[in-house]
Structures are given as structure tokens and as C-alpha cells.
């Protein structure tokens, strides 16, 4: 977690998250990452950063973790809570706002390549993997609602 990271009332952490999509071949695709420790399927996420918006927070942990860079929305496309299992066994809530990102740019070497696999994959195997219900469910919301045709870079 970032130092900018922040509790709210109900003692959640917040987070951010990036959302990473392209259009292939005329159909959408969501970029999938294994989180470190458990090795499940997630999208970029991180604490909230010092000196960054949110949305800017985002896109540095699709950079990071994901080795990606776009156009970010700059509204949450929503948001999303889960229990993140700390290293002595407990458990801390956390509630994560998700930043849609069209992804112009994929590295072939990011600072997390050693650490995490990436895959892209269709918004419904993608929700279909994810074990956070509210997550899959905004992803399924998202896809609906992408354009059918890629953006002008």
C-alpha cells in the first residue's frame, strides 16, 4: 500500500484500479493480471498516491503491474470491495474505485513481469475468473457499454 493510502468511516482501505481493454479484431478484450501471493486473476491495483489523482494512480499501477499505458477515464467506472488476507493471517477490508483504460501502449518488459503473468481475454472469461463478485459484475457492466470501434490514438 501507498503511503496516500486512506481508511474510510467503516474502517475500509481505499484502493484504485485500472480497468485495461482494447478492441482486437473488432471485439473487446480485458487485460487480466495474477495477483502476487494467491496467483488469482485481477486488474492492476494499488493504494491511493501522494501528489497523483486517483485516475493517475491508476495508471501507474497498470504500468507497474500490468506493463500497459492508454487514455484513462478520468471517472470511476465504479467500485468494488473485497477482503484483502494480510501476511499473519487477518483480513483487511478494502474498497477499490475502478478508472477505465484504453490501452494504446503494451511493454514488453514492466517493472512486475518477474512477478505476475498478464492475459487478455474476453470481458465474459474475464468476469467469469475474478472472485470478487462486484468486480465481475462491473466488468460485465463495462463491457456492455464499450464502443464497437477503437478510439483515434
Known amino acids: 500500500m501507498g503511503t496516500g493510502t486512506k481508511r474510510t468511516a467503516r474502517s475500509e482501505t481505499r484502493q484504485v484500479a485500472a480497468l485495461p481493454w482494447r478492441i482486437d479484431d473488432g471485439e473487446h478484450r480485458i487485460l487480466m493480471i495474477t495477483s502476487r501471493e494467491t496467483r ?24 507497474e503491474e500490468a506493463g500497459v499505458k492508454g487514455e484513462i477515464d478520468h471517472q470511476a467506472i465504479g467500485v468494488f470491495r473485497y477482503a484483502k488476507t494480510l501476511k499473519d493471517g487477518g483480513l483487511r477490508r ?12 503494451q511493454l514488453g518488459h514492466w517493472p512486475e513481469a518477474h512477478q505476475r503473468e498478464r492475459r487478455w481475454m474476453t470481458p465474459a472469461e474475464a468476469a467469469d475468473l475474478v472472485h470478487e463478485p462486484d468486480l465481475a459484475a ?14 483515434p490514438a
Open 40 to 63: 488469482r486473476w485481477v486488474i492492476p491495483k494499488g493504494g491511493r498516491m501522494i501528489g497523483k489523482t486517483d485516475p493517475e494512480a491508476a495508471v501507474q499501477e497498470a504500468l
Open 94 to 105: 478494502c474498497v477499490v474505485s475502478v478508472y477505465s483504460l484504453q490501452v494504446l501502449i
Open 138 to 151: 462491473l466488468i460485465r457492466e463495462f463491457a456492455a457499454g464499450l464502443p464497437s470501434e477503437e478510439l
